[in-house]
């Protein structure tokens, strides 16, 4: 670090954010006590090192009881020498070696040369611990949002994966009714047939039964001539009894066969009644499978729209698969861009870092040059004037080269946001198309759900019949 000697106030003004009372006097005349709880604040807030490190030691060890109080003072006080030593010895003039005096016996111009490589170490801290706090929150809101883009996209995938699924679903309940549609028109023509078999065989019974109720006329007919001729017979006077009796017999067997004819076709006029019922039954049987044809005629109409609808639902679907896949790219630039632009920034952090300790080195130089030219002698003032312009130069051009590496974090800071913006607007722009898509199919599968109960009384009556 800078090998610059700070006033009192100034290493005041820098460490009171240790919130340890320091004041002028702890530089002017500093007391163990005060140096001491000074370097331990210094190194719990700025080094972040815990307090139970700087007051006990990482191991266990058995100490005498005459030693233990003596132990027991000086470990914290090694610990804090060791950890104060270590960072003098990275952060401090290479030719300032730190003593335990430092701590025990402190004096005014080593202590302010001390707490002045800690004061302006405590300035760097602050500054960069600023700068990496903005560049981390910044990192760490860009990687939520590409974690949320990557979280949305799975969310997309499982949607997707759902509406496949579903489309499966209704293709196989689709496929299904298209079979028991098949079903059902077999069946119906097997019952056309069987009408139009028993439609010819009820014209053939309604023949015959015309056909016995003429022969019934016929034989009532017969009947009546036959009893008037009995009558006529029985009030004539013949004189061959005999002759009339077998006559009379003969009637009465024709009579009987006569009788028997009608009973045959009284019979058959019954059995034709049951036929004719049978064929009634038939008919409506007949009658209702045509309105369940028309019902499957009005289904397949439904199926074909949903069918259309579906064939929309895919072409959405294919609409958003091809928006995923260019908002994935789109992510994709964006991350790569990203982790480019990040690149970049550490590149330029690490080039500002070494231009910086270019200038401190040269810083350094020209004021160990100082030293040896005041020493030698008293002539070579121009000189020195001189190498102090030299050293202005230099430290103006730290700041511009600052004052740039500022701007140009701004500046990445900037295309980052823009990136941000086209992003969430793209990722609106999709949830939109997806909020779409899941309403029509949505409507499809309600349209679906519809048409189940429909089926389900179909099945049901196609099992009663």
Do not use: W
């Not at 293709?171 to 010819?200: D, F, P, Y």
């Not at 056909?211 to 001729?229: C, H, M, N, W």
């Not at 910086?356 to 040059?369: G, H, I, S, W």
Request: proline share 2%; with cysteine.
């Amino acid at each position: 670090m800078s090998t610059i000697v700070l006033d009192a106030r100034t290493i005041v003004e820098v460490l009171s954010c240790f919130k340890v009372g320091i004041n002028v006097e702890d530089i002017i005349h500093p007391s163990p006590d005060r140096v001491q709880n000074i370097y331990r604040a210094f190194c719990m807030e700025i080094m972040n090192v815990p307090e139970r490190s700087l007051n006990e030691l990482p191991f266990e060890c058995q100490f005498s009881p005459d030693m233990a109080d003596m132990n027991q003072k000086s470990g914290p006080l090694l610990l804090l020498f060791t950890t104060l030593r270590c960072f003098f010895m990275d952060f401090g003039d290479p030719n300032m070696n730190f003593t335990m005096c430092d701590l025990i016996n402190p004096q005014p111009k080593r202590t302010r040369k001390l707490f002045s490589i800690i004061a302006d170490y405590t300035t760097f801290y602050q500054k960069a611990s600023q700068v990496f706090e903005s560049t981390s929150s910044e990192y760490d809101n860009a990687r939520k949002v590409i974690e949320e883009g990557m979280e949305q996209v799975r969310l997309a995938e499982e949607r997707k994966n759902a509406l496949r699924s579903d489309r499966d679903s209704r293709k196989r309940r689709e496929n299904g009714l298209l079979a028991e549609s098949g079903k059902k028109n077999a069946i119906l023509t097997e019952l056309m047939k069987e009408a139009q078999a028993s439609e010819s065989r009820r014209d053939e019974i309604v023949k015959l039964i015309e056909d016995g109720k003429q022969e019934i006329v016929k034989g009532f007919a017969e009947i009546e001539a036959l009893k008037s001729e009995i009558q006529h017979h029985s009030k004539a006077i013949v004189k061959s009894p005999e002759r009339v009796r077998n006559d009379v017999d003969e009637q009465r067997e024709q009579i009987k066969r006569l009788q028997e004819q009608c009973d045959t076709e009284r019979q058959r006029i019954v059995n034709n009644n049951a036929s004719m019922s049978v064929i009634e039954q038939a008919s409506k049987l007949i009658d209702e499978r045509f309105k369940e044809l028309e019902r499957l005629r009005s289904f397949q109409a439904d199926v074909e729209v949903l069918d259309h609808e579906c064939a929309n639902a895919l072409e959405q679907v294919a609409e958003a698969n091809k928006y995923k896949t260019r908002k994935e790219e789109a992510l994709n630039r964006l991350v790569k861009s990203g982790q480019e632009e990040e690149i970049s920034h550490r590149r330029a952090l690490e080039a500002y870092s070494s231009r910086l300790q270019d200038l401190k080195l040269k810083k350094m130089e020209l004021t160990n040059t100082i030293k040896e030219l005041r020493e030698s002698a008293s002539v070579i003032r121009d000189e020195s004037a001189q190498l102090q312009k030299e050293m202005v130069r230099l430290r103006n051009e730290r700041t511009e080269e600052t004052k740039r590496a500022r701007e140009y974090c701004l500046e990445l800071r900037r295309r980052f946001v823009e990136l941000l913006r086209k992003y969430r607007e793209a990722q609106m722009l999709f949830h939109a198309q997806a909020a779409s898509f899941v309403e029509a199919v949505q409507n499809v599968s309600t349209g679906l759900d519809d048409l189940e109960p429909v089926v389900r009384d179909l099945n049901s009556l196609s099992l009663s019949d």
